[in-house]
């Protein structure tokens, strides 16, 4: 018989059997509680700061359009703003290249509408009750953002921007305005979201009038002020809970101000979708805890009858409270590994679908400028199609080059002139730059060649002007240079990390504050900066310092308060003989007589058209399929076909490894080349990238009958 001692021990165990798993279940509860929370408005923020980004974009947009017709109108009289159908067309034109404006439209003095890209000639209307309208009357209000209204030509939801038209003396000269439909923003904003947030989008200006919501709202409802942050704030970021005046729901709302603009952005998450994510996993855990409780107090329970099994009752016990706390732990681990394998699989297909696409585009462009050159003697049109041709090569460049990076790939270097670089960098420089910075470019005329990726090369050199901008304030004189140096030893003797030889000096100065020595000690840091919260990720110097370390060079700053900063970058010289851009109109490797019979199979239609050129060009006799299914088709009626060309993206379910793999148990001999603009294809097969040349075509085509077995070379 145990003692009474111990039998009070056991008694209070098994009472502790009971409760104890409750307290963890509710811990457990109110961890949960909090971090389904901390997760929804972090995701709230995460989903605002890219929705701000596309109106801020859209809002630049509208406000260059709006410059460009102001511009355009300058000097012309109203009678010509009225009657001229060129002046008309033209403006319709700008405005049906941007898909957020709706139309562009001229007010002038007395609020008539002398000109309006909705209808020409313009409808006998009067705008002058409109508030864009008014309030620029009123005084010059820069870019106005209009209430939303139904439009009284286009009868549908809209919201007006305006300026005002330029006059010699700054008197009122009438109204240049444009309307953006509340579909183009609410079309964005349904796909802006997760569905399980039951979530809402909406567009608001700094005095609570919705301009476009999604879910839509009614036309002139409005936000109350205290879901936005004040515009004296310094915080453009501002988080709360509140019930919606358009859905009546409770919602946790995260708003954003929308740039230098009087308009804020928000994305809110029903609460009631953050609750039911919690009581998911709390229902879990507390039918594990229930079943515990029940089980631990049954062990309890037989303890105090059998105080002989007391230590084995206790073992089981810690047994059954660890397994507990390990299954609660494993099923966090699991949800966090799931939600981070959505994200990176929701990237990896944007990344692969938008480089298909945009090399496609890459390839016909390239293609049909090869085919053009080959067909036309003038040479004046060969050096524009030449200059052409480059320009396609470095979209292509970019584009593999962002994929290279994205899976940490080295990047590729080349022995580049770094005088023509900055030769042809001096046109985007000055876009970069405004009209108030004074460009300066001195560069050594003999300067030697170095061995560098031209792509980071062009990113650097960006990310270093527009720092010098921004430090400038916009106007001042930045100096670019360029000189070769020979530096000895003697003379990096503080300087351990840079051999002495031969260097080529890139230098980028500004004539802006400088920095402070504390600041410049840090700015190669990753994620540190001076800029406002949103203005910059603090990454730009920090990838300069990188490329530059990777080249095998080094980077230095020179700033004093007051008189401005430089930066020089020190590549090493390369002795290297320059390689020059392949010739497309050399020879090709083989230009076949029509006795080798190619099938090509290609859904996209520009590609399949240009492919077709550049196989008939080559002499190959030309066999063509839109799919997997086509082609399967052509290849079971018996026609003698050498070659199958297949791109690896098909519909209809097949794609091209799976159309090659039927094809061989077809046609045993049957050789294949796979062409696709992804980087991450591996099959069996010879691959050929996206965007290729004729020239590359005939190489590859070449090669393929040359080695004569399929196997013999694998694909990437």
């Known amino acids: 018989m145990p003692s009474n001692g111990r039998l009070t021990i056991l008694k209070a165990f098994s009472v502790g059997a009971i409760v104890a798993p409750i307290f963890v279940f509710i811990a457990h509860g109110w961890l949960s509680y909090q971090t389904a929370f901390s997760s929804a408005e972090t995701r709230a923020r995460q989903l605002t700061r890219v929705l701000e980004e596309h109106a801020q974009k859209a809002f630049e947009t509208i406000e260059l359009a709006l410059q460009q017709v102001d511009e355009r109108l300058k000097g012309a009289d109203w009678e010509t703003i009225r009657t001229s159908r060129p002046l008309w067309e033209e403006l319709r034109t700008l405005q049906s290249g941007f898909a957020q404006i709706g139309s562009i439209f001229v007010v002038d003095r007395e609020g008539k509408v002398p000109l309006t890209t909705r209808a020409y000639p313009a409808p006998t209307t009067s705008f002058s009750d409109r508030d864009y309208y008014a309030e620029q009357r009123e005084q010059n209000r820069g870019l106005y953002l209009g209430r939303p209204y139904i439009g009284r030509i286009s009868q549908v939801p809209i919201f007006n921007f305006s300026i005002r038209r330029n006059s010699i003396d700054d008197s009122f000269n009438g109204v240049i305005g444009s309307s953006a439909f509340v579909d183009y923003f609410q079309n964005f904003y349904s796909t802006a979201g997760l569905g399980e947030d039951n979530f809402a989008v909406a567009l608001v200006r700094d005095d609570g009038y919705i301009l476009a919501r999604y879910p839509a709202a009614q036309v002139g409802a409005t936000l109350p002020s205290e879901l936005t942050p004040s515009p004296s704030s310094p915080e453009r970021m501002h988080i709360g809970y509140a019930t919606s005046p358009v859905d009546g729901l409770q919602r946790l709302y995260a708003t954003y101000r929308v740039g230098k603009f009087p308009a804020y952005i928000g994305y809110s998450i029903d609460t009631r979708s953050i609750w039911t994510r919690w009581l998911k996993d709390v229902v879990g855990s507390g039918v594990l805890a229930l079943a515990a409780s029940f089980v631990l107090f049954l062990l309890s329970f037989v303890a105090l009858r059998h105080a002989r099994a007391e230590h084995s009752v206790v073992s089981q016990l ?21 939600m981070q394998a959505q994200r990176l699989d929701a990237v990896g297909r944007l990344t692969g679908g938008i480089a298909h696409d945009f090399n496609n585009l890459l390839m016909i462009i390239k293609g049909n400028l090869t085919l053009a050159k080959k067909r036309i003697d003038s040479p004046v049109a060969i050096k524009q199609l030449t200059s052409a041709e480059q320009a396609a090569d470095r979209g292509a460049d970019l584009t593999r080059q962002m994929l290279a990076f994205s899976r940490g790939q080295v990047l590729q270097q080349t022995v580049l002139d770094l005088k023509a670089v900055l030769s042809k960098a001096r046109s985007w420089i000055s876009v970069a730059t405004t009209e108030s910075v004074e460009l300066e470019m ?55 990390g840079l051999p002495a030889g031969d260097y080529v000096e890139l230098s980028i100065a500004d004539t802006g504050p400088g920095m402070p020595p504390e600041v410049a000690s840090r700015v190669f840091e990753p994620f540190f900066t001076t800029k406002e919260v949103g203005k910059g990720s603090g990454l730009g110097l920090s990838r300069v310092h990188g490329f530059v370390r990777q080249s095998g060079g080094e980077i230095r700053i020179d700033t004093q308060e007051g008189v401005g900063t430089t930066f020089r970058l020190y590549l090493p010289r390369c002795t290297d003989q320059l390689i020059a851009r392949p010739d ?36 190959y006799t030309l066999l063509l399929a ?75 085509l070449d090669q393929l009958l040359t080695v004569g077995d399929r196997g013999s070379e694998p694909g990437r």
């Open 584 to 619: 497309y109109a050399a020879p090709l490797a083989r230009l076949d007589t029509g006795r080798t019979t190619v099938l090509l199979v290609e859904d996209d239609a520009g590609v399949r058209k240009l492919s077709s050129m550049m196989l008939e060009e080559l002499g």
């Open 442 to 496: 001195d560069v050594e005329p003999e300067l030697w060649n170095v061995r560098v990726d031209a792509s980071e090369l062009e990113a650097a050199l960006l990310n270093l002007v527009v720092n010098a901008r921004d430090a400038m304030g916009g106007q001042g004189k930045l100096s670019i240079r360029a000189r070769n140096v020979t530096l000895a030893s003697v003379s990096l003797a503080q300087d351990p």
């Open 318 to 338: 810690r047994e059954s409270t660890t397994t507990l706390m390990s299954e609660i732990q494993r099923r966090q681990e699991a949800e966090a590994s799931l």
């Open 626 to 700: 839109r799919n997997g299914v086509e082609a399967l088709a052509l290849l079971s009626t018996g026609e003698p076909i050498d070659i199958l060309v297949t791109d690896f993206q098909l519909p209809k379910g097949m794609n091209g490894a799976a159309l090659a793999s039927r094809a061989s148990a077809l046609k045993p001999m049957l050789k294949v080349l796979v062409c696709t603009a992804s980087l991450e294809v591996v099959v069996e097969w010879p691959v050929l990238l996206k965007p290729f040349t004729i020239q590359q075509l005939a190489t590859a």
